[in-house]
């Protein structure tokens, strides 16, 4: 008799005990959703850890998003040497972004972009290197890189960038070692800049108007990003067709797979207004000027980087072609992409070979 009382006294002071944890938890906020809102007052003092954003709960090192922290895929995404990527998006309710007639987005103050770079360990577990986040204040896009520390807790402002040592076994039984280079703040805008304003390059109807394997099941990521609220139901987004999956032969032939790939590896440097305008080759989907696009073009710089080689690209040539041969060089004067990577992409060098391949015609015209 005395047991049973004393088991249900106890029992109680549990139960009020816990009460009191969870209200102290949530009044310390950790409980609450992103606080991006109140982080746009301070966007020129960025909070020094990765978790003040609020856009994770549970443990850090499992990265589970927060609620309406929405993830989302770029079905043609960039190579940076093999890392794993996760991408998400947040925006303030009530606001949410407008395609325009190509389906590139504009995003509303307030919006949250961000991709975790992350590696295999030996062990098969997966290590989370760095956290890259793109915010939009009512001045335009603020960019913050974060690495992870050790013990996968937190990950901190490196504005300095940072490298790390990086081995595992690819795919397809290659050991890969190296030194992985986590750009600083300033390399952002080499490639996120156009007309010398930093902007988003992945999220764009051509590349999210495709399904997402979401927690809650598969669905189109405009239509999810439509039910969130994150984006407006005018039909603009949706009339633009799906880039295909550069790696998936059923999703396009090997041209429209090769241009989808140029796209998200090359054209946000290769494309008028970017960075690389001044080399005159234009690697965006729209291109549609075979010399624009390189074929039978020389180089505006001739040198180490064209390798003595004529053109940008000879048809049915890959070794003849300065393109290829600037994939193919791990070199930091003639690699292309210039920046955002050690290795090669084996995979891609592949299907751009194929797609040179294939090409019909010649650079040499006929003697007089
Ligand atoms: C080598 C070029 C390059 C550099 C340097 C670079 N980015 Fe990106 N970034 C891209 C491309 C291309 C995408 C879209 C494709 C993808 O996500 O695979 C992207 C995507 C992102 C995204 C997801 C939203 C979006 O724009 O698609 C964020 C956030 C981001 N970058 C932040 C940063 C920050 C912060 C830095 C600097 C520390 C940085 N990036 C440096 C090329 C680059
Ligand atoms: C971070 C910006 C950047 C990215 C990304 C980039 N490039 Fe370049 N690229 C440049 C710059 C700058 C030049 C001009 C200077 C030079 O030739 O090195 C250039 C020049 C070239 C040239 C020589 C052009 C000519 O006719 O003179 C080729 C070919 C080329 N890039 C191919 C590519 C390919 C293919 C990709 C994608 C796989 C790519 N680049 C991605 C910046 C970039």
Redesign the pocket.
């Known amino acids: 008799m005395m047991r049973a009382r004393f088991y249900v006294v106890w029992r109680a002071h549990w139960a009020s005990l816990f009460l009191l944890a969870t209200m102290l938890f949530s009044l310390a906020g950790c409980s609450s959703g992103p606080n991006v809102s109140s982080m746009l007052s301070r966007l020129d003092n960025p909070p020094e850890k990765l978790s003040a954003w609020g856009l994770f709960k549970g443990e850090m090192k499992e990265h589970n998003l927060n609620t309406s922290v929405l993830p989302y895929n770029i079905v043609t995404p960039l190579f940076s040497d093999y890392a794993l990527k996760y991408r998400a998006v947040w925006m303030p309710s009530g606001t949410s972004a407008e395609a325009d007639d190509k389906g590139v987005f504009s995003f509303p103050t307030g919006t949250l972009l961000l991709k975790t770079f992350a590696y295999p360990n030996p062990d098969g577990s997966r290590r989370l290197v760095e956290t890259r986040l793109l915010v939009k204040s009512s001045e335009g896009w603020h960019a913050f890189p974060y690495v992870w520390n050790a013990e996968q807790s937190d990950a901190r402002l490196a504005l300095v960038g940072d490298t790390t040592e990086v081995s595992w076994t690819h795919s397809n039984g290659t050991k890969l070692a190296f030194t992985y280079v986590v750009p600083n703040s300033n390399e952002c805008k080499?490639?996120h800049e156009i007309e010398k304003k930093l902007r988003p390059l992945g999220p764009k109807a051509s590349q999210l108007n495709n399904d997402y394997a979401y927690n809650d099941g598969t669905e189109n990521q405009l239509t999810r990003w439509i039910k969130a609220g994150y984006l407006k139901d005018d039909g603009k987004a949706k009339s633009i067709t799906s880039f295909p999956n550069w790696q998936d032969p059923n999703s396009g032939t090997v041209e429209q797979r090769a241009r989808a790939y140029?796209d998200a590896?090359?054209a946000?440097?290769?494309q008028r207004s970017a960075?690389?305008s001044n080399?005159a080759?234009y690697?965006d989907a729209a291109t549609t000027d075979p010399n624009d696009l390189?074929v039978c073009?020389p180089?505006?710089?001739a040198g180490k980087?064209a390798g003595d080689l004529k053109y940008?690209i000879v048809p049915g040539k890959p070794e003849q072609s300065?393109?290829l041969h600037?994939?193919l060089s791990d070199e930091s004067e003639i690699r292309?992409?210039?920046?955002g990577r050690v290795v090669g992409h084996q995979e891609g060098i592949a299907l751009i070979r194929t797609w040179i391949q294939q090409m019909k015609g010649s650079c040499d015209s006929p003697e007089p």
């Open positions: 080499n490639c140029l590896n090359c946000h440097c290769h960075p690389a080399s080759l690697l390189g073009k180089p505006v710089a980087g940008a300065i393109l600037r994939m292309m992409p210039e920046l």
